[in-house]
């Protein structure tokens, strides 16, 4: 019930700032103002609907941050320098 609630809220906050910003922004008709309204549109949802579930303490929220780290953590694998392994024998 909350998680649709969330985006029942998030769905409204996305469709009247574009419908409003279509008619008096930005001209549509153009391929980059259209991306931009999308953009603008979208990150106004995402955050109304990012905020919501925090408020409300969904717990689907607390796993996709989850989420979000350990693919940050294992970039991080991949950027380590490589450990040098030594053989102790010198060659001179």
């Known amino acids: 019930v909350k998680m649709i ?4 809220v ?3 906050s996305l469709y009247i700032p574009m419908k409003l910003l279509d008619q ?12 931009a309204l999308t953009g603008t549109a979208t990150f ?3 955050t109304v609907y990012l905020f919501l579930t925090w408020v ?3 717990e689907e ?10 693919i940050g953590q ?5 950027k380590a320098p490589a ?9 001179g």
Do not use: C, Y
């Not at 609630?5 to 029942?8: Q, R, W």
């Not at 008096?24 to 991306?35: A, E, H």
């Not at 294992?74 to 991949?78: D, E, L, M």
């Open 61 to 70: 929220l607390k796993s996709f941050i989850g989420l979000i780290r350990r």
């Open 74 to 78: 294992t970039r991080q694998i991949f």
């Open 56 to 58: 409300l303490d969904i």
């Open 44 to 46: 106004a949802g995402m």
């Open 10 to 12: 998030a769905g409204i």
């Open 24 to 35: 008096l922004v930005f001209d549509t008709t153009r391929v980059v103002p259209l991306i």
């Open 83 to 91: 450990e040098v392994l030594s053989t102790g024998e010198t060659h």
């Open 5 to 8: 609630f969330a985006a029942l």
